[in-house]
């Protein structure tokens, strides 16, 4: 069982910065960790993901530019540096891990854990 802690959600003025973090706990071997955000009244989309061992990292082409994921193998925890921020970037960002070697994907329905999600709010 993994247990995924998030922190670093608040509200920011559009074309300002927050980061994200998402530290895991437990005994699962983690194969990939991803971030994905749900907006007022909308699906959960994919944002970013990353595999755990080589640091292949994927994004979203919405924040292709303005967002970094990252991982700290040592402190298992994973990171969402997101700057140049956008009204369209409000939501609640959940971080996600997936078990066992299958790697990283951008479809939610194949991570296994979730963490208690994050608002963040950009206001124009």
């Known amino acids: 069982q993994v247990q995924l802690v998030e922190s670093g959600g608040g509200l920011v003025q559009a074309g300002g910065s927050l980061r994200l973090s998402c530290a895991a706990s437990?005994?699962?071997?983690?194969?990939?960790m991803g971030w994905f955000r749900q907006g007022p009244g909308k699906e959960r989309e994919f944002v970013a993901t990353?595999?755990?061992?080589?640091?292949?990292?994927y994004y979203t082409n919405s924040v292709k530019g303005r967002f970094t994921i990252s991982r700290d193998n040592a402190k298992n925890t994973v990171y969402l540096q997101m700057n140049s921020l956008k009204p369209e970037d409000t939501a609640v960002y959940y971080c996600?891990?997936?078990?066992?070697?299958?790697?990283?994907?951008?479809?939610?329905?194949?991570?296994?854990?979730w963490g208690q999600g994050a608002q963040v709010t950009v206001s124009s």
């Open positions: 437990g005994r699962t071997f983690i194969s990939a």
């Open positions: 990353i595999n755990w061992e080589g640091g292949i990292t």
């Open positions: 996600a891990a997936r078990h066992g070697l299958a790697g990283s994907t951008t479809d939610h329905s194949l991570y296994d854990y």
